[in-house]
Nanobody, 115 residues
């Protein structure tokens, strides 16, 4: 089994910053892709950012230049540094990892940005 534990969410004013962390544990040999997704009320879950084992990144257009994804392979941990937060960034943020042939999801952490 693989477990993902997220932390770092909370309430912040617009323009502020938060850093999310997600640590994976369990029967993990090698993690391919690690990433973050989010789901706002009434909306579908959407990709925020992903990073491959080789360091390649993908960002949603809405967060480019404001969010930075990073990972520590030795700790099986992925981070999301979120700067210049906007009210529209309010959502539940989920981390996800790809450990072939399966994908695993965290339980989600709430991020609320007040205007």
């Amino acid at each position: 089994q693989v477990q993902l534990v997220e932390s770092g969410g909370g309430l912040v004013q617009a323009g502020g910053s938060l850093r999310l962390s997600c640590a994976a544990s369990g029967r993990i040999f090698s993690i391919n892709v690690m990433g973050w997704y989010r789901q706002a009320p009434g909306k579908q879950r959407e990709l925020v950012a992903t990073m491959s084992s080789g360091g390649s990144t993908i960002y949603a257009n809405s967060v480019k230049g404001r969010f930075t994804i990073s990972r520590d392979n030795a700790k099986n941990t992925v981070y999301l540094q979120m700067n210049s937060l906007k009210p529209e960034d309010t959502a539940v943020y989920y981390c996800a990892i790809s450990v072939a042939p399966d994908n695993y999801w965290g339980q989600g952490t709430q991020v609320t940005v007040s205007s």
